[in-house]
């Protein structure tokens, strides 16, 4: 099924790729909107008085908490020059640019840790099983069957990592933001000039 081309580059990828902070810097770039699905999950967890990985694992049994996460990325698809950082901003948002950032999930629990000490919006994350390298790694691993479980149950979705998925692919272990973000907006500009 063909799309019309919308104003929206999404971003999904691998925990700790760097998502956020570069979704954040390709929309400063491009002077549009910053969104995060990631942000509103926290929010979600913080106001239940959760870990997020805990909401992850209430997800399973919990619908309404999903329909909340969809009904957050299919405001944004009604929106234009908006970049938003979101596992399924894919299959919500068909119609956008597709970035998957890659990260191998041993240095990603190194960022992640690092990620803690300067970051507010991982407050949340702060809890006995989150404060090393290890336990950050085994958090990866269990939210990523988690998501896969749920999402194939609710959207058919085989794999929401499977990097057929989208119209870019980064590796964020061998560049620094600045340089994925510029071939995000290089790949994008490129994209809507097809």
Do not use: C
Request: proline content about 2%.
């Amino acid at each position: 099924m063909a799309y019309m081309k919308k104003s929206i580059i999404t971003i999904a990828g691998s925990l700790g790729g760097g998502k956020s902070s570069t979704a954040e810097l390709v929309a400063k770039h491009l002077g549009y909107t910053h969104a995060s699905t990631g942000d509103f999950m926290r929010e979600m967890a913080e106001k239940r008085g959760v870990s997020l990985s805990m909401l992850g694992s209430m997800a399973e049994n919990d619908e309404t908490i999903d329909k909340a996460l969809d009904e957050y990325n299919l405001d944004i698809g009604k929106m234009e020059k908006v970049v938003l950082d979101s596992r399924l901003g894919f299959y919500f948002i068909p119609s956008s640019y597709k970035v998957f950032l890659d990260l191998n999930p041993e240095v990603a629990a190194e960022r992640i840790l690092e990620d803690k000490k300067n970051n507010p919006n991982r407050k949340n994350e702060s809890s006995e099983s989150f404060d090393t390298k290890e336990s950050i790694k085994d958090s990866i691993i269990s939210r990523l069957v988690s998501e896969k479980k749920r999402y194939k149950s609710l959207y058919g979705i085989e794999d929401h990592i499977d990097q057929k998925n989208f119209d870019l692919v980064l590796n964020t272990e061998i560049m620094s933001v600045e340089e994925v973000s510029q071939k995000i907006v290089d790949g994008y500009t490129k994209w809507q000039q097809e």
